[in-house]
């Protein structure tokens, strides 16, 4: 029981960093219906940015959360603008294709300037952790997972209250509606890209304290970040948190009880299941 | 221009250029032999992920794990003693396709976005599973003895010409598919799969025939490289690369065309050759940059380029399209 | 009486909440031209669907000369002989007219080889008025000539019976004759006809039973001239005061 406990706790842990992870993937699937596969490499930039602010200037990684923002809002802005608003309104086939190579660009970069060996973001307080009743709570972990949800709600405020936001949810729902009452829909959609992007820095930057990272990490995130979207339906915050948390215990468990190293076939195996009996996703709503 | 074969003039240059490539053992030069059995298996990857993606409109990011199962099946039948090459490429080839065909049940029901993702972490899956087995040496690999034929030992060269093989059979049977039923049956279901369907057309049985179609090539081309190799393990099965050529070469010569993926394999690999030699670290940048450029400008593939007149203004033309 | 060919029996649709068809019954005899008319939104789309496989009804069966048709997916519906076009046309826009045509004959009932299947294709397109633009890709056809398109590959798979969703809809006075008199061409060659169109003058001449649906409701069923008098359909269409006016 206390081991059910632990793993629950774990996958509640996980969870949170996933429906980041998640967020903003989703945003540009359901806003722009754009699958974005770089979007694991943006994860992974976040990461390497918190990793060589920590290095270099011994910053702490939760205070290069927004640098990392920033400086991936402002790549995703300038993708938009260039490259990806170009395809905006081509078939599938474009822009997957399109943010595949973009993925393969980026991932190279990644390795370029910080090689392929494997590397973590450890800090004084990183093995630090709260006992309660018997369960093992990292503390990394859960300010991580505080910090998660906090952003996820500052993103759904933001989406809610200002002009912008509610500009950028008139298009999800209409474009055509949303350009003739006067909204820049290519301006909007360079936000939510670069939001996207941001977001993904962010979550870079959690990951990199909790998790060990390399380039080729990015594949894995990208696909974990589809399966939560699949569960937990697409361009809303709740969906992300609620598949995001969902697919944390899930993968927690299926570790314990099949083994790490099958993770990758875990996750093809939950997607396998849920998508056979829903061919568009849990929340699924009918993509051209 | 009439059917969906593509440009009559390319398919002929890609025949004679087929021909051409059995002389190239001729020249008994081992690096010339490995840069063009090199070619070949990609030509023979990229026309298998050119009929699920090209012609049907599936766009596979998983087809490596044929390439993968043809390559573990011909090193399996290795470990228990069958070497025989010719056997080893039909044992390879129907692996893949079996497999094919009972992954492609469930997942080509799924389109677009889903299908993608699916495929993906089939790659990914496979990698898993094969590092976790034993009996298919984990992550240690399999070693095969050398090759042989109808019970002979036959000298290395001969791995050059059952690539060769291999990629001859990929052209003509993408050929072959472009003048059949089959090949307006996946084209139709590229265009549109609702209407499809209303003309009487089974998209389920044609893609999962398509796809075994396709894993057959990527198979058959695994068998041979494990020979070529002497060695397999995961990460070389499912090396990240062998997913990437094939789809780039595909689209650089043009997608859904007969002539297109062997002229994509042709061009790639001697940009890829002399970028190796020179900045051996930055090639798969460059292929990244390569699918940005094309999917942008050149959606069609040098094919077209070559095809159209007024070759400029189109591009630009297709840049406008999409834009919002 | 040539038995039961077609029928359609108490079918139902839901999307959700909504309604589209509420026990829709109606009978189809062997090569007449049946008018299916109604406002917009009142499930003519939605039943040609039905018919033709693409939704599955949610209450009531269709049968097709004695087969129950309703569960089959509409590859099958097509191969036992009901064709069908869409409103939205849909055609597979980088293949050329004539190879869009094809394709419908080596599917569908003939299941021809390719260059038979060509051989007919040219013929029909001869017959639809598209040789012309045979070898164009389809998506430079405009949109009548679309229309003919999709009628043009329904033909092509050969069918019994042809369910035609507003393929009159956007043609000038001359183009609805020229569209009419092919369809009295196809119905002599005794492909039975189910015609759904906005076009009341077009529909009125070439359908002998026009059936009436509103809101998902049959509410006439009768010749044209049975059904231009009904005061119900003139109500529902033209709305409540006008039937009253046209009484007194």
Sequence with gaps: MQLFFQDLVNGILTGGILALVALGFSLVWGIMNIINLAHGTFIMLGAYVTYQLFVSFHLDPFLCIPIAFVVLFALGYVTQLSIINYVVRAPVLTTFLLTFGLSLLLENVILLIWTGDTR??????????????????????????VIALAIGGLTQLWLARTKLGRAIRATSMDVGAAQLTGVRVAHVYAIVFALSAGLAGAA????????????????????????????????????????????????????????????????????????VFRPTGIMGRATA | ????????????????????????????????????????????????????????????????????????????????????????????????????????????????????????????????????????????????????????????????YAMWVV?????????AVSRSRLGYALVAIRENEGAAAVLGINPTKYKVIAWAISGMMGGGAGAVFVYANSYIDPATAFAVDNNVFPIVMALLGGVGTVAGPLLGAFILTAINETLWNHFPF???????????????????????????????????????AYRV | ???????????????????????????????????????????????????????????????????????????????????????????????????????????????????????RAEALLETVGLARVARRPASDLTIPDRKRLEVAKALALDPEVLLLDEVMAGLNATEVDEALELLRAVNARGVTLIVVEHLMKAIMAISRTIVVLVEGRKIAEGSPAEIAASPQVIEAYLGARFAQRQRQ
Excluded at chain 2, 167 to 175: D, F, I, K, R, S
Excluded at chain 2, 285 to 306: E, S, T
Excluded at chain 3, 48 to 68: C, H, L
Aim: glycine share 12%; hydrophobic share 50%; with cysteine.
């Design chain 1, 204 to 275: 870079g930057s959690l990951i990199s304290v909790s998790y060990a990272f390399s380039p080729s990490s990015a594949t894995p995130f990208l696909i974990k970040g589809f399966i939560v979207c699949v569960l937990g339906g697409l361009g809303s915050v709740q969906g992300a948190l609620v598949g995001g948390l969902v697919y944390g215990i899930v993968e927690t468990f299926a570790s314990q009880y099949i083994g790490a190293g099958y993770a990758d076939a875990v996750a093809l195996a939950v997607l396998l299941v849920i998508l």
């Design chain 2, 282 to 320: 930055i090639h798969t940048l460059f292929f990244g940059a390569v699918i940005v450029i094309v999917v942008l400008f050149l959606p069609r593939g040098l094919l077209a380029l070559i095809a159209a007149r007024r070759s400029w203004s189109l591009y630009v033309q297709h840049l406008r």
């Design chain 1, 120 to 145: 973590s973001v450890t800090t004084g307080y990183s093995g630090a952790h709260l006992d309660v009743g018997g369960i093992t709570i990292p503390l990394v972990k859960l300010l991580t997972l």
């Design chain 2, 1 to 160: 221009m009439i059917g969906i074969a593509g440009n009559r003039v390319a398919i002929l240059v890609a025949a004679l250029a087929m021909l051409a490539l059995l002389f190239v053992p001729l020249a008994k030069s081992d690096y010339t032999n490995a840069l063009f059995r090199g070619i070949l298996m990609y030509g023979a990857m990229s026309y298998g992920w050119n009929v699920i993606g090209g012609y049907t409109g599936y766009v596979s990011f998983g087809n490596v794990v044929f390439f993968g199962i043809g390559a573990y099946a011909a090193a399996l039948l290795a470990t228990h003693g069958i070497t025989d090459i010719g056997l080893s490429i039909v044992a390879a080839m129907v692996a893949a396709a079996l497999f094919a065909v009972v992954l492609g049940i469930p997942v080509l029901r799924l389109q677009g976005h889903y299908f993608g993702i699916a495929t993906l972490s089939i790659a990914l899956a496979a990698q898993d599973l094969i590092s976790n087995i034993d009996a298919f040496g984990a992550t240690n690999g399999l070693s095969p003895k050398a090759a042989t034929l109808f019970g002979a030992a036959v000298p290395y060269v001969v791995t050059y």
């Design chain 3, 1 to 119: 009486m040539n038995g039961e060919f077609l029928r359609i029996d108490e079918v139902g649709m839901r999307f959700g909440g909504l309604r589209a068809l509420d026990g829709v019954s109606f009978d189809v005899e062997r090569g007449t031209v049946l008018g299916l008319i109604g406002p917009n939104g009142s499930g003519k789309t939605t039943l040609m669907n039905v018919i033709s496989g693409v939704y599955k009804p949610s209450a009531g069966s269709v049968r097709f000369k004695g087969t129950a048709i309703a569960s089959l997916p509409s590859y099958e519906v097509c191969n036992i002989g009901i064709a069908r076009t869409f409103q939205i046309v849909r055609p597979f826009a980088n293949l050329t007219v004539l190879e869009n045509v094809a394709v419908g004959s080596m599917f569908g009932r003939d299941r021809k080889p390719t260059h038979e299947a060509f051989e």
């Design chain 2, 167 to 175: 990629c001859a059979l990929a052209l003509a049977g993408t050929y």
